[in-house]
């Protein structure tokens, strides 16, 4: 999978559509900070540069059927989920459609997004939203939201993070 490393972006999510009409491959986006990523209805999702984990996987549909969706919407979720726990020893949980929570608040956002060309689905792009090393959110989301810095105590490197879910999508889709 190639990686995109950008210093700052709207949104990952829309830098993987500018771009998937120019290549064949999958492309995993990073961005050290996001300045207006998006979730699920277009509500704004909050991430506070290098204390984020703000990415999105651009996964072609090399085969041509339209599992991929379904695939991505069923698994990534999960991989996540279990990556957390594996990592960090927390209890994250899937919450369906698209969120991963640890003691009933949200740590991490996932927004899939799908893409057709008449009838037939070109690429999926995921975008994860993951809050790592918070300290602090804003009041309007603080009851609800939390970082694995918050439950563990202590800060985590976001590039292990990264390369173990890049590794485990990585498997599924190339």
């Known amino acids: 999978m190639k990686r995109i490393v950008l210093e700052s972006i709207n949104s990952t999510n829309d830098h ?4 998937a009409d120019k290549t064949h491959e999958n492309i995993l986006i990073i961005a050290k900070s996001q300045t207006n990523g998006r979730g699920q209805f277009d509500r ?3 991430s506070e540069p290098n204390k984020s984990i703000t990415l999105s996987f651009l996964l072609k549909n090399k085969s041509g059927d339209k599992k991929l969706r379904k695939d991505a919407l069923e698994h990534i979720p999960v991989i996540i989920s279990k990556k957390l726990n ?8 899937v919450v369906l459609p698209n969120d991963i929570k640890i003691n009933n608040k949200k740590v991490c956002g996932i927004l899939i997004e799908a893409h057709f060309k008449a009838d037939t689905l070109e690429y999926v792009v995921v975008g994860v939203g993951i809050n790592l090393n918070n300290d602090d959110f804003p009041d309007d989301i603080k009851s609800i939201a939390t970082s694995i810095k918050l439950e563990i ?10 390369d173990k879910l890049e590794g485990a999508i990585e498997g599924l889709y190339d």
């Open 44 to 46: 704004k999702w909050f």
């Open 153 to 162: 105590k202590k800060d985590s490197d976001a590039d292990i993070l990264t």
């Open 16 to 19: 993987a559509e500018k771009i």
């Open 86 to 93: 594996e990592l960090y020893g927390v209890n994250s949980k």
